[in-house]
């Protein structure tokens, strides 16, 4: 099993420019996440979708920020344009919820970015 | 608003010493509850889970924790800590009606001296 696969694992960028973090969750899990770490506010939930549909997006900080999951098997985070307190290290976690059943949520190792 | 406590910011430990790591939660209804490690520089690994039965639950690496509905706790432990252990411990609960959505606590930063 691969895990969760999270593109680009380092990304440094400017001020004012798009960036689009990727993640491939765990094959046949249906439920994915994306957090976002940083030493001031911790591990805070940005938005969430379950079978390729938002559910709870009120984690997102501002307009700036959008994700989609076209398939089962990606989604991304977009910021456009980007600032430096966006920088943090973002995570994509997933999980299997079946019949209303919570299940363990498995992390990818992380996109670190910087924006200068 | 549900949140989840934990107290100690940073543990400094020796090796072989004792670790209980604190974690309260607010909310009153069915949880799940979790304790996820991170490594420096790594992302986050499940530990251990709790969603019913015994409330002393065993997890990887020797760490175990105990659910105490009356108290809103579930604290972390392991009997004797290595060099190796040193990391940031999170405890994250999913509320029984809040679908998927984890809540972590601040986190808890453990050094241990060789």
């Known amino acids: 099993d691969a895990g969760v696969i999270q593109s680009p694992r380092h990304e440094v960028t400017e001020m004012g420019q798009e960036v689009t973090l990727r993640c491939k969750p765990i094959?046949?899990?249906?439920?994915l996440f994306w957090y976002r770490q940083t030493m001031m506010r911790g591990l805070e939930l940005l938005i969430y979708f379950n079978n390729n549909v938002p559910i709870d997006d009120s984690g997102m900080p501002e307009d700036r920020f959008s994700a989609k999951m076209p398939n089962a098997s990606f989604s991304t985070l977009k910021i456009q344009p980007s600032e430096p307190r966006d920088s943090a290290v973002y995570f994509c976690?997933?999980?299997?919820?079946?019949?209303?059943?919570?299940?363990?949520?498995?992390f990818g190792p992380g996109t670190r970015l910087t924006v200068l | 608003a549900q949140s989840v406590s934990q107290h100690n910011h940073h543990v400094i430990l020796s090796e072989a010493a004792s670790l209980e790591l604190g974690c309260n939660y607010s909310?009153?209804?069915?949880?799940?509850l979790f304790w996820y490690v991170q490594y420096p520089g790594q992302h986050l690994q499940l530990l251990l889970k709790y969603f019913s039965g015994d409330p002393l639950v065993k997890g990887i690496k020797g760490f175990e924790a105990e659910f105490i509905k009356s108290k809103f706790s579930f604290n972390l432990r392991k009997p004797s800590v290595q060099w190796s252990d040193t990391a940031e411990y999170f405890c994250a609960v999913i509320r029984g009606n809040a679908g998927n959505m984890l809540t972590f606590g601040g986190g808890t930063r453990l050094m241990v001296k060789p």
């Open positions: 094959s046949g899990h249906n439920s």
């Open positions: 976690a997933s999980s299997l919820s079946a019949g209303g059943r919570t299940d363990t949520q498995y």
């Open positions: 909310y009153g209804g069915t949880v799940n």
